[in-house]
Every structure is written in structure tokens, then in C-alpha cells.
């Protein structure tokens, strides 16, 4: 029989494995499969086994999972919290563990144990608060005296981040760790000077026991969290990095301690001519004192990894000037409401999304788009939170405020991208995976090998080279490798205007090799303006013509509609009443006015209506597309009596991008819902080969799928509703962040701008990234392919060369921070 169930608690393939083999280690059950992705169990028995045995089976494994029979009875998921203290943001693996899961309090992932780093996060209260030395509890945005005592009110000092408390954590422990370690270092080297002076001090045995004593504040309090960690990984069978620091330490010490206590134990290979044992607490310490530098290093470069959203961070202002009744009042962030009114000053940051109400002045949108000259901003326009005015005052309405505002999603999206896993990273993980156990038998192998024909003292050149396998290999160099340049270039896009949903859709740009892009507000503006309105018919004027069209559009959202209606109340157009209004997608619209019937669009909508379009009107009509421009037409009660012409200027940076691309080895496609005649001007325009007009949602779609049956890699670039399918199925969706929310929420990469420079500067960022990552794991590889055979000592024969265990382990610290090193480079990198 079959039963399933469902499991709470997985969070990666690791956990399935292990529930996996929990289960089918009950007793009665033959099979069990798990799907990590349904949290899911099947299993199969020949009777039915108890469900509450399953339950004890997997609370016996120390209750990180947990079985219910009902998905509906499993507990709503909670994320795990460390026992190290809150700290002041979200926490998450470096090496994504387990995806993309995060932790509400700092401490050690529990699959790799490597510290959880704090992602960074804006904050939406007032940067200075006020307390009373006396009275803690009372708490102000602005200085005052005390409600209760009246003593005046001092400035709290901002608490360090978690991600500053744990490096300086480990910066102490790191020197109270060399302070004893530097002693014991002293006292083995000692041993090579001749008639070694310390012996007439005390003798060899005694010098032991104070290496031993001074080994203690090491092993049990600066490191201590290395065997932690290496006991948990051994215990969740997540074998790590720390699995065999702390076999290759721990066997060090303990070998040391023991031969302290239990000299006679051992055969005389292993003793002194003043028959006591030789001891490693030299090896040991120094070990555990250099992994230490290590993570110190560790810590500090990985602050460096995520500076682009800290750069982010600090656009975010804490305080606003909000105009009320007339007066100005300073606030902090957290206290405006949609629809305040503010007053930005000159050379002040732009405290929410908002539009200007009143006043001109240019801002500086560098930081958000990564475009440096200024952008003149008059009533009417939108800015942006964290942009920074220029030298003139003016009056906004937010309309965005927390996390609703630009710089807050952008600041999000790099977050959730930059723990994301890219494609190229399975291949790491599926090493890893092997890595720990394969490097366990290799110091079992070289252990036996030495002992067995190596030189005299033999067991005591087996121990040291075994100890020295498992120090030097370093398979943290190898999982961090991706995730670091990952980490990395999604900040570097950020601050460029390109915004990168997650790590698989950065990958992919690298490998595109068609982008089909959309006309209107991709390649033109998207910002049309009416030129002219005619009339074809002697039954109608051209003011009618006009009056028409302006009612029927003021019911509808498309850029080409808001034109009209923006003409019309320039002109003072007065709207005419209209009912049973209709827009059809990627043709136009219909509804009744005065009890005629309506409809407005292209050639597809008149055919749909029944309009015909005559061969002069057809003709009047072409000469103006034949300049790019695009018109819609007008037909009463099934007949054409007029058409509005719409120009769209084409953006200045299209060319040089479209060229850029090409160069590139990128084929770029134009489809278009626009008529054949405007698409090709535009597309002679811009020197495109290669264009497709009168296309719909649906015919974009069966374009892309086509292209992607050829098995090209596209991406696709657009700004509207119609957009979407075709961007969701596309391998990589480019969207406008001019454009619609639709758009945007459908695409992997968005650009701030809505600029199609943005596209080539993403290809490069792609291919800087993926070769930077290859860089990496090419260093990973070949350094644990190289490390761990020269510390199993297979140049001694030849070279006489053997690796200190002290040595592999200085090594191995810096292993993991050349690879982030390497990563950090990638700020620096030109895009352009």
C-alpha cells in the first residue's frame, strides 16, 4: 500500500535526503519518496504502519521536521531563529544553502554552519531619537526635556548593525586567540634551536602542560564555534568546510591531550628522547587561530559585497518639510501620508515617489538610473524618493510612500535577487556534495599510505599529512564562488538603472542571441502628441472629427489615448457623453455616442466594425506613415469619416543601443501592433532589417515561441499590457520601468530608465558576471585539485616537500577570500 503525507520543515535537497532516509528506516516501511517541491512523503509498506511511529521517528531526529496527514494540519511556517540575540535585519546563508530562506535573528546557517550575513534593509523611522538619561523609556523624534523629571532629552547613539557586532566579535576573539596561541607557537619552535634555553627553565614534559593550558581559551572559547559547527554538520549529515576543521583540529588536540596524560600508551616513534609524547597544540591552535583570521577576513569582505544597496540606503532621507494649512513643519519619513504636500529644497533629497505641484527645477536621478545629467522637472511630473534636487524650491504630492516607493522596491528586488541561485551554480553544489566525504577518505588513504611505507618516525608523518588533507581543502571557496559574483553584479546593476529580478535571469542574458523589441515606449518615446485630425467625410468637420475621438478616449488608459485627450483639453474640447465603451486589445475602441455607433483604432478595428477604408483615405493616410507616424481612424456607424494623426518620436539612444547589441552578435527583431508603413519608417530609421507590424498580444507570443522552437535564446523588450505574455515567456523578459506594473512584474530584468542602452549594458553585466564567476570556480577547483594531493605529500618523493598542517590551513583561510575578492572587482567593472 501507498500512503502520502505532507512534511513541514524541508528547506533544501539536503533535508530531503535526510527525511527521506528517517523514513524508510521505520520500521514497516519499505520506500520512501520525497518531493521537496510539494513537501510531500509517499511511502510504501506491505501493512499499514502507525502514523503516530512516523511522528516519533522524525521528533526523535531532534524536531526540525515535522508529518501531518493533512496539509491543512501542518502549522503555518515559521522561520528559524538562532540563540545568538536579535539583530536589526533579515539574515540569510552567503552560500544560499537553502535557497532563498531567510532568518529573523543572526547566527550560523545550519546546513554549511557559515555565519548568516544581514541583508540591508531601509528603514522608514527618523534617523535621531531622543530619550531621557534617567528615563529610558521616553522616546522623541525631536530634543525637548522630560515629561517626567524635565531633564533635557539627549540623542540615542545608532546600535551597530548585527553584521558590524559579529565582525568585531570575531575581531576580539581573534586576537585573545592569537595572544595565547603566539606563546605555544614560541614554545614548539623552540624545540629546533640547539641546547634550547627554555629546558633549563623547565623540562620538555612541563613546557607541555603549559601548552596544554594555554591551548584551553583557544579550543573552548575563541573557536569553540568551529566544533559547534562541525558537530552539527556531522549530526544533519550537511558535511562542510567545518566537518574537517574541526577532525583535522580536534584530532590535533585530542592526540595531544591524550599523549599528556597517557604517555606510555604510545610506541617510542611517537615520544621524545626524553620519552614524552610529541604534542600538536602548536598545530592545533595555530589551525583554529588562522580559520579564525579567516572568517575575520571573511566578515569584513562580505560587508563590501552588498556597499551597492548600502550606497542605495543612504539616498533614502529621514526627514521631510510638509506644508500644511500654510504652514511648514520638519517630519520624519514615517509620518507623511498619501496626498501630504512637501516642500523639497534646494539640493535636498526627494523624500517620497511623488508629482510636482507646483515649481520647475532639475534632479539629479544618477544614483536611480545611472544616468548622469539632471533631469528638468516642471508641475505635473512624477520624481522619485532618494534623487536629489537641484538648485530651485518646489512643491510635491506624495503619492508612494514606505515600501511603496521606488528606491524601497528597488532596494527589495536587489535583496531577493541577490540571494537567488543562478543555474551555474548546481554544478557546485552537486561537488560539494561529494567533496567532504571524498576528502575524509583521501586523509583516511594518506593516513594508512605513510603509515604503512612512508620514512621513520612513519605514524607520526601519517598523522600530520592526514590532519594536513583535511585542513587544506576548502569547499567554501567552491560554494561561495557564484553566490558572491552573483551578490555582487545584481548591486552593480542597481546602481545602473538595471534592475535583475533574480540570478537565473542574469545568467541567460549572457547567452541571448535575438531580442525582439516592442515600438511604442521601447524604441520611441512613448510620450505621443496629437499633429493633426482630418476629416474625410463633408458630413463631418474636423472639429467634430476631434470631438469624437477625445470622448471615446477619455475612457481608456493606452499612451495613444491619453495623447488625444491631453490635445483635446488644450483646445477645449467639450466631451460628449458615451456609453457601452469597449477596448480591444491591440486594435482600438468602440462605444455609442449621440446613438451612433463608434469605433477607433487601426486597420484591424475598421475591418472588425465593418468600416471600409477607401483607396484616397488609404492614400492621405499613408503619407503620414510613411514619416513614422501612426494613425487611428474614425468610423461612424460602419463608415471611415476621419482619422487622427499620432507622431512618436523615436529616442535619441535607440540607434546607438540597437548597433551596440548588434555588434554584440545579437539579431534585434522589432514587432510592432503599428501598421506596415510607420513600422518600416521607423525600422529604415534604425537601420533594422528585420520588423513585423500589425502584431497582437497573441501573434508576439507565437513569435516568441517560434524563435524559441528554432532554439534561439531571445529576450524580449516592452512597456505595455499587450507586452506581457510575450515577456513572461520569453527566456529573459525586459521591461520599461516607464512602462505599465504588468509589464514590470512580468519581465526578469527591468529597466529604470525605459532606455534601450539599458539592454546592452545588461549584456555586458551578464558576460562580466558569468566570466567573473567561471573565474572563481576555475580558482576553487584547481586549488583543492592541486591543495589537497601536495598535503598528502605526493611531491615528498620526488621534492622532498611536505605541507605544514599550520601551512594548509593559512591556505585554506585565504582560499574563500580570494574567491570574494575576485567577486569584489566586479564593482569597479565598466559596463557602458
Given amino acids: 500500500m501507498k500512503h502520502t503525507y505532507h512534511v513541514q520543515g524541508m528547506t533544501c535537497n539536503g533535508c530531503r535526503k535526510h527525511v527521506e532516509e528517517i523514513l524508510s528506516e521505520v520500521e514497516g516501511v519499505d520506500k520512501a519518496n520525497v518531493d521537496l517541491e510539494k513537501a510531500t512523503a509517499t511511502l510504501e509498506m506491505e501493512a499499514h504502519v502507525p502514523f503516530e511511529k512516523l511522528q516519533h521517528a522524525l521528533e526523535e531526529d531532534g524536531g526540525r521536521y515535522s508529518i501531518h496527514k493533512h496539509k491543512t494540519d501542518a502549522p503555518v511556517a515559521k522561520e528559524e531563529k538562532s540563540p545568538q540575540g536579535k539583530g536589526t535585519g533579515t539574515f540569510y546563508c552567503p552560500m544560499h544553502c537553502e535557497g532563498d530562506k531567510t532568518y529573523d535573528a543572526p547566527g550560523d546557517c545550519p546546513v554549511c554552519g557559515m555565519a548568516l550575513v544581514e541583508e540591508q534593509s531601509i528603514s522608514t523611522t527618523s534617523g535621531t531619537t531622543y530619550t531621557c538619561p534617567m528615563h529610558p523609556e521616553v522616546v522623541r523624534d525631536e530634543p525637548g526635556s522630560c515629561p517626567i523629571c524635565g531633564m533635557d532629552l539627549v540623542a540615542v547613539e545608532p546600535d551597530l548593525s548585527a553584521e558590524e557586532k559579529s565582525y568585531k566579535a570575531l575581531l576580539r576573539k581573534f586576537w585573545i586567540s592569537v595572544l595565547f596561541t603566539l606563546p605555544i607557537f614560541l614554545i614548539a619552535m623552540s624545540e629546533m634551536i640547539e641546547n634550547n634555553p627554555l629546558y633549563s627553565i623547565l623540562s620538555q614534559n612541563s613546557w607541555n602542560w603549559v601548552q596544554f593550558a594555554l591551548s584551553l581559551p583557544v579550543v573552548f572559547y575563541t573557536t569553540w564555534m568551529f566544533f559547534e559547527r562541525a558537530y552539527r554538520s556531522i549530526k544533519t549529515m550537511n558535511l562542510n568546510m567545518f566537518t574537517l576543521i574541526g577532525i583535522g583540529a580536534g584530532v590535533a588536540w585530542l592526540f595531544s591531550v591524550f599523549g599528556l596524560f597517557f604517555p606510555d600508551f604510545f610506541p617510542s616513534q611517537f615520544k621524545t628522547e626524553t620519552g614524552s609524547v610529541h604534542v600538536y597544540f602548536e598545530a592545533a591552535t595555530v589551525i583554529l587561530t588562522l580559520v579564525l583570521l579567516g572568517q575575520v577576513l571573511e566578515a569584513r ?81 512624477k520624481v522619485t524618493s532618494g534623487t536629489i534636487n537641484g538648485n530651485q524650491s518646489f512643491l510635491m504630492k506624495a503619492e508612494k510612500i514606505g515600501s511603496d516607493t521606488l528606491l524601497s522596491q528597488i532596494i527589495q528586488m536587489v535583496n531577493e535577487a541577490s540571494r537567488s541561485k543562478a543555474p551555474i551554480q548546481n554544478l557546485a553544489d552537486q561537488v560539494s556534495g561529494y567533496f567532504v566525504p571524498i576528502v575524509v577518505l583521501i586523509s583516511i588513504i594518506t593516513y594508512v599510505v605513510w603509515a604503512i611505507w612512508g620514512p621513520e618516525p612513519a605514524q607520526v608523518y601519517a598523522l600530520i599529512n592526514a590532519i594536513a588533507v583535511l585542513i587544506i581543502a576548502c569547499p567554501c571557496a567552491l560554494g561561495l564562488a557564484t553566490p558572491m559574483s552573483v551578490m555582487v553584479g545584481i548591486g552593480k546593476g542597481a546602481q545602473n538603472g538595471i534592475l535583475i529580478k533574480n540570478a537565473e535571469g542574469l545568467e541567460k542574458m549572457n547567452k541571448v542571441n535575438i531580442l525582439i523589441v516592442d515600438k511604442t515606449g521601447t524604441i520611441t518615446e512613448g510620450k505621443p502628441s496629437v499633429e493633426s485630425f482630418n476629416a474625410t467625410s463633408s458630413l463631418f468637420s474636423e472639429q467634430d472629427i476631434m470631438q469624437y475621438i477625445v470622448s471615446l478616449n477619455k475612457l481608456s488608459e ?62 492621405k493616410a499613408g503619407s503620414f506613415q510613411k514619416q513614422g507616424k501612426t494613425v487611428s481612424y474614425l468610423s461612424i456607424n460602419s ?138 570556480l576555475f580558482f576553487a577547483m584547481v586549488y583543492n585539485t592541486i591543495g589537497v594531493p601536495v598535503a598528502a605529500g605526493v611531491l615528498f618523493p620526488f621534492f622532498g616537500i611536505l605541507l605544514s598542517p599550520m601551512i594548509a590551513a593559512a591556505a585554506m583561510s585565504f582560499s574563500s577570500v580570494s574567491v570574494i575578492a575576485n567577486a569584489l572587482r566586479l564593482r569597479t567593472a565598466k559596463i557602458d
Avoid: C, W
Fill in 639 to 776: 463608415e471611415v469619416v476621419g482619422f487622427v494623426v499620432i507622431g512618436d518620436k523615436i529616442k535619441s539612444s535607440s540607434k546607438k543601443a540597437i548597433k551596440s547589441l548588434q555588434r554584440q552578435g545579437v539579431d534585434v527583431i522589432m514587432l510592432t501592433g503599428d501598421n506596415q508603413a510607420t513600422a518600416r519608417a521607423v525600422a529604415d530609421e534604425l537601420e533594422l532589417a528585420d520588423f513585423k507590424a500589425g502584431m497582437l498580444p497573441e501573434d508576439k507570443l507565437r513569435e516568441v515561441e517560434k524563435l524559441q522552437q528554432e532554439g534561439k535564446v531571445m529576450a524580449m523588450a516592452g512597456d505595455g499590457i499587450n507586452d506581457a505574455p510575450a515577456l513572461a515567456k520569453s527566456d529573459v523578459g525586459i521591461a520599461m520601468g516607464t512602462g505599465t506594473d504588468v509589464a514590470i512584474e512580468s519581465a526578469a530584468i527591468t529597466l529604470v530608465k525605459g532606455d534601450l542602452q539599458g539592454i546592452s549594458r545588461a549584456k555586458n553585466l551578464s558576460r562580466t558576471v558569468m566570466k567573473n564567476i567561471k573565474q572563481n
Fill in 301 to 381: 569582505a562580505h560587508s563590501k559585497t552588498n556597499s551597492a544597496v548600502k550606497e542605495l540606503l543612504k539616498l533614502a532621507p529621514n526627514k521631510a518639510i510638509r506644508v500644511k494649512d500654510g504652514k511648514e513643519e520638519e517630519v520624519a519619513i514615517d509620518k507623511i501620508q498619501l496626498g501630504d504636500i512637501l516642500r523639497v529644497k534646494p539640493g535636498g533629497k526627494i523624500p517620497v515617489d511623488g508629482v510636482v505641484t507646483e515649481g520647475e527645477t532639475s534632479v539629479d536621478e544618477s544614483m536611480i538610473t545611472g544616468e548622469p545629467i539632471p533631469v528638468s522637472k516642471s508641475k505635473g511630473e
Fill in 558 to 619: 493606452h499612451p495613444l489615448a491619453e495623447a488625444t485627450v491631453s490635445f483635446g483639453k488644450e483646445k477645449g474640447v467639450e466631451y460628449l457623453n458615451v456609453d457601452g465603451f469597449n477596448a480591444v486589445t491591440g486594435k482600438g475602441v468602440e462605444g455609442k455616442v449621440e446613438e451612433k455607433e463608434l469605433a477607433l483604432g487601426n486597420e484591424k478595428m475598421m475591418e472588425m466594425s465593418g468600416g471600409k477604408i477607401t483607396p484616397a483615405i488609404k492614400d
